[in-house]
């Protein structure tokens, strides 16, 4: 259980035959009190990677515009077809965040022999609050050579007691 906002994280990852991984998470809300939270987690990617959201690169805001300690990432999100995508090749520092048109995001990352690629499916809450007014947020590392992949869930309530659940499959 966290200290700090009294609720306890579980983690399922069941993994399937053909190569699916599943993962629900839960929050459950051990305190006297509701919570307005939202679940999201993290996946951090070694570069060079493109990230994909089935969504217009107008859809897709830089956090710089928000966030003043931000430098200027200069042009990062293109369109590619009805889905935009976010190049991370080189240590420049940013944050992106957005709302895509359905909850999927596909990554796509080269090596000497090919491309290792993984797809993710989640639930997406059409007009949902989201925590950064964000389903999915792309941090590129200015010090690491990694970016990361965050996918939220909606900020939903959660009673005392109560529990609130965010599944996907990768």
Known sequence: VCRETGLAVVRRVRLEDNGTVRLEEAFLNTTGRPLLKGIWNVTQIVRPFDVYLPADPSAIRSYYLEDPALPDPGQVVEPQGDWSRIRCR?????????????????????????????????????????????????????????????LHAPLRPIPPGGTERFRQSW
């Open 90 to 150: 080189s240590s420049v520092c940013f944050k992106f965040g957005g709302i895509p048109r359905a909850g999927r995001v596909f990554v796509a990352r080269p090596s000497g022999d090919g491309s290792l690629a993984f797809a993710r499916e989640f639930e997406l809450s059409a007009g949902g609050q989201y925590a950064h007014r964000s389903a999915v947020e792309v941090f590129n590392s200015p010090r690491f050579p990694y970016g990361e992949l965050e």
